[in-house]
């Protein structure tokens, strides 16, 4: 894959077909400010499933991500700050509904929009060191890149509210517990998991995670019927495709495989 980006404060490698994405601006905690997102959103513009099966994300330093950069915040008159916001739920809707599988390797501080980044990730593996935090309420402002959303979805609007009133810490046992991580992992192994677990991911059939990234959020938003009918065409696209015929001979005969991309 090749992506240009403005700043210094996001870095690309590859470790084979798995693009690892390191938000890298540790003297600031990874703190976002615009140039950072910017340079997310070209990340995931540029994301292409034949150059990449999966991406792990991470961030340099001793924290994923401290949110929101205030000192650098901008004074803008409320339609500015409305497009700024829709700004970053393009880019992590993007993210979340790319062509590839994302997996979040958790450290340190995991605080306001840092944790809005990790929520677009599909798998995350943060480490004892991790601990997840909104405290917009104790500095005036309320969440904009889509924790009203994607937070909400996994604690709840409740706990959600509770946590932003009071700016209440989670460490990562808790943040297991609620959701916000599904493993947890010793100080300094989270990017290995993430990136074992990104290499088993991409093995998967292709259309198989297409279906988990695009289909389940979309039913988890329907009424019931609907989410059965949008379960049976997934079900239907996915065990009729020749990566399915594959899979079952692969597991009648007792063999492992990877299926292989397109």
């Not at 958790?106 to 943060?126: M, Q, S, T, Y």
């Not at 409740?158 to 916000?180: C, F, I, Q, V």
Request: net charge neutral.
């Amino acid at each position: 894959m090749t992506v240009t980006f403005s700043s210094p404060y996001v870095e690309v490698a590859k470790k084979g077909r798995i693009a690892v994405l390191t938000l890298n601006r540790p003297e600031k905690r990874n703190a976002v400010c615009d140039a950072l997102i910017e340079d997310v959103n070209r990340f995931v513009v540029s994301l292409d499933r034949k150059d990449v099966d999966a991406v792990v994300l991470r961030g340099a330093g001793g924290h994923f991500c401290a949110g929101l950069d205030l000192a650098e915040h901008k004074d803008r008159p409320p339609f500015e700050g409305v497009k700024h916001s829709m700004f970053w739920h393009d880019t992590l809707e993007r993210l979340e509904f790319g062509p590839v599988p994302v997996v979040a390797a958790l450290h340190g501080g995991v605080i306001g929009g840092g944790l809005e980044i990790a929520l677009a990730a599909h798998v995350r593996v943060a480490e004892e060191s991790a601990f997840f935090q909104l405290p917009e309420g104790r500095r005036g402002i309320y969440v904009g890149g889509g924790a009203s959303v994607r937070v909400q979805k996994i604690i709840g609007f409740d706990r959600m509210r509770e946590m932003m009133l009071t700016g209440r810490k989670y460490d990562a046992e808790e943040g297991l517990r609620l959701g916000l991580c599904h493993y947890v992992v010793p100080k300094g192994a989270a990017f290995e998991k993430a990136l074992e677990l990104a290499h088993d991911v991409a093995g998967n059939a292709e259309m198989s995670n297409f279906m988990m990234i695009h289909a389940l959020p979309r039913i988890a938003d329907l009424e019931r019927g609907g989410g059965f009918f949008m379960e049976s065409l997934a079900a239907a696209m996915s065990q009729t495709s020749e990566d399915a015929r594959k899979g079952i001979e692969a597991f009648l005969k007792k063999q492992k495989i990877r299926f292989e991309k397109k």
